[in-house]
């Protein structure tokens, strides 16, 4: 599962990130979205470890 994935979907929930120092403002690649299915897998994930 790539990271950007659990990102996206982090943010969807309104979880805390942390702050990145060297942020860019602009994607060099448009950036792909998860499939319902990894969504899904990713918030049962997030549920297991007792993060939401």
Known sequence: MHTAYIAEVKRDLGLPMHDVPN??????????????????AIKDALKNFGIV
């Open 23 to 40: 942020v860019v403002e602009e994607l060099k690649n448009s950036r792909k979205h998860p499939t319902p299915e990894k969504v899904e």
